[in-house]
């Protein structure tokens, strides 16, 4: 499968660069040296964002909020020469999927792409159109959940979260086991984001029955009508 993938990074050289790389996997490759041109382009939904955050016209941050304000399922990756937890909490509350600190290889940047676009897209030819969760709707091709209707707005992240707990109704999870699959086999950080994205799905799908084993992590209970 081709896909389109957007990269913004202000550094001439390492946008050319990384944009060479990510050619070579056969994907179609728009690079921006700004954020206010990749802003321009952020109608166009590409598969994957890919950016940095210091940018000399506008926040990064700024920037992925109005990405996603466009579509909340667009995967993206962090990019940054600071270090910092802080970045990497504020990156992943606002819905980026994943994080790296420059000064990194090349090639680091393709597997990461790579696993997030066959993650979000590829396991959709293998998933059943749709199932109900009391008043939700969740089709896995369209990775949508509506209730009354109405589209519940989630991120990547809150989806695969939630799609993962309705796939495993009464199993206890581990919150090493969420981070895993939610975040992938090369996240390393705390697993503390796993309850803040267990509390933004929580909040955002109230009729979700989602017990606290405390220590340990989540279970999902089958959901009753009242």
Not at 92 to 106: M, R, W
Not at 122 to 135: D, V
Not at 142 to 169: A, F, M, N, W
Request: net charge negative; hydrophobic share 35%.
């Amino acid at each position: 499968m081709s896909y389109n993938v957007y990269l913004v990074e202000d550094e001439a050289n390492l946008n050319t660069l990384l944009s060479t790389y990510l050619k070579q996997e056969g994907w179609e490759v728009k690079s921006f040296l700004n954020g206010s041109s990749a802003l321009q382009a952020a109608a166009d939904k590409p598969h994957l964002w890919i950016l940095d955050i210091m940018l000399p016209d506008m926040d990064g941050y700024e920037l992925l909020k109005q990405i996603k304000k466009i579509d909340e399922q667009i995967p993206v990756i962090y990019i940054s020469a600071r270090d910092e937890d802080l970045d990497r909490i504020i990156g992943l509350e606002l819905g980026s999927d994943d994080y790296l600190a420059k000064p990194f290889l090349p090639k680091e940047l393709v597997i990461r792409s790579k696993k997030i676009l066959k993650r979000v897209y590829e396991r959709m030819e293998h998933e059943q159109t749709a199932f109900s969760y009391g008043p939700y709707t969740i089709e896995e091709r369209e990775r949508t959940v509506t209730e009354d209707g109405k589209q519940i707005p989630l991120t990547s992240k809150e989806y695969d979260l939630l799609l993962y707990l309705l796939k495993h109704i009464g199993q206890a999870l581990g919150r090493e086991q969420i981070l895993f699959h939610v975040w992938g086999e090369d996240y390393f950080g705390s697993d503390r984001v796993v309850d803040d994205l267990i509390r933004r799905v929580r909040k955002k799908c109230p009729e979700l029955h989602l017990e606290t084993i405390y220590g340990y992590g989540y279970r999902t209970v089958k959901h009753f009508e009242k």
